[in-house]
C-alpha cells in the first residue's frame, strides 16, 4: 500500500473538515454568541455596513495590528462575477432586516496566512521569544509595529511564496458556516499552498499560533445575532448545494500575491505589495494604497 505524502494527508484533512462546516450548520444553525461578538466591529446603518478600521474597534488597536498575505481571485474575473448571484441568492432567503456584510468583488480572496492577526496582533513576528512575551499582554495594549519590522516581513515574501507557481485550486462547495459566514471552499490538490503556509511557519515564528488551515473565500457574513428558522436552514442549505453543483471543480487562477497592512476589521483595504508568483523578487512589483469605496450593497436584506 503506498504511504500518503504529506500534501494528501492534509488534503484529506481539509475536505473532512469542510463536510464538519456543513454538518454543524445542519444540525445546530448559527452560533448566536460568535456572531453577537463579532457585530460591533462593524458599523451597520441603513446606508450600508462596513468593518470598522482598527483604532476604531470597540478595544481600539494600533495601525499596522493586521498584516496578512493573500491570493487574491481577480485573475479569476467571470467566476468572481458568479460570486455576487450567489451571494444574492443566499441573502434573499434570510429574514427581513438582517444584517450582513458582503466582501466587494475587488477584495475576494484566498487567506495564505497571518503575520499579525487582529485577535493576536504580533508587532514583530520573525523574533519568537519577543513576540511570545509581548503575546502575553492583552491586544489592545500591545504596540504598533515600526517600519522596519514591516519591511523585514515584506522582505521575506519572496522566499515564503517560493520558485514555484501556485498551481489552481479547484472550488470544492459552497457552504454556509455557523459563523455565518458564506464560504466558497476550494481544495489545494497540487500542495502548492500547503508548501508555501510550511515555509510560513519556518520563517515567520512568532507568528500569531491561530491560522488558517483550510483554502477558504469568505463572501458574506450574516450580523444579526437571531436563529434561523429550520426551514430557512435547510431552505440555505438546498441553495449552498445547487451552488456547489454548478461550481464544482471550477478552477481558480491565483499567479499573484498581496502583502496588505490591513487598515479594516477582517477586510484587505490597506497599503498592499503586490508579488508574482513565483517571479517574486526581493521589491514587490507594485505598492497602492486601496481606498475603495464603501459598497451601498452592503446593507439589510429587504423589508
Known amino acids: 500500500m503506498a ?15 469542510y463536510d464538519k462546516i456543513a454538518a454543524s450548520f445542519a444540525e445546530s444553525g448559527l452560533d448566536l454568541e460568535a456572531i453577537a461578538e463579532v457585530r460591533p466591529r462593524y458599523a451597520i446603518t441603513d446606508k450600508g455596513t462596513w468593518p470598522h478600521t482598527m483604532g476604531n474597534l470597540p478595544e481600539p488597536l494600533p495601525d499596522g495590528s493586521s ?38 468583488a475587488e ?25 511570545f512575551t509581548i503575546a502575553k499582554q492583552p491586544p489592545s495594549q500591545r504596540r504598533a509595529p515600526t517600519r522596519a519590522e514591516i519591511d523585514a516581513e515584506i522582505a521575506l515574501m519572496p522566499k515564503i511564496l517560493g520558485d514555484r507557481a501556485v498551481d489552481p485550486v479547484k472550488v470544492v462547495s459552497i457552504q454556509m458556516a455557523g459563523s455565518g459566514v458564506l464560504l466558497m471552499l476550494s481544495a489545494d490538490y497540487s500542495g502548492s499552498i500547503h508548501g508555501i503556509r510550511s515555509r510560513f511557519q519556518a520563517c515567520v515564528p512568532g507568528c500569531p499560533t491561530k491560522q488558517t488551515n483550510i483554502v477558504h473565500s469568505s463572501l458574506m ?20 448545494q445547487d451552488w456547489t453543483e454548478h461550481m464544482r471543480g471550477t478552477q481558480l487562477n491565483l499567479p499573484e500575491a498581496w502583502y496588505i497592512v490591513e487598515e479594516d476589521y477582517a477586510n484587505i483595504r490597506g497599503k498592499t505589495y503586490g508579488f508574482d508568483v513565483p517571479t517574486a523578487s526581493e521589491k514587490p512589483k507594485f505598492v497602492r494604497d486601496q481606498n475603495y469605496t464603501q459598497p451601498q450593497c452592503n446593507n439589510r436584506c429587504p423589508k
Do not use: M, W, Y
Open 3 to 17: 504511504i500518503a505524502t504529506v500534501e494528501e494527508q492534509d488534503l484529506e484533512r481539509v475536505l473532512k473538515q
Open 67 to 104: 498584516r496578512l498575505c493573500v491570493l487574491p481571485l481577480s485573475h479569476s474575473p467571470g467566476h468572481v462575477a458568479a460570486i455576487s448571484d450567489i451571494v444574492k441568492s443566499i441573502r434573499d432567503l434570510l429574514p427581513p432586516r438582517t444584517d450582513v456584510f458582503c466582501n466587494p
Open 107 to 131: 477584495l475576494l480572496h484566498i487567506t495564505l496566512f497571518h503575520c499579525s492577526h487582529p485577535h493576536d496582533p504580533r508587532p514583530q513576528s520573525l523574533n519568537r521569544d519577543e513576540s
Open 221 to 240: 457574513r450574516i450580523l444579526t445575532p437571531e436563529q434561523l428558522s429550520l426551514a430557512t436552514r435547510q431552505a440555505i442549505q438546498q441553495r449552498c
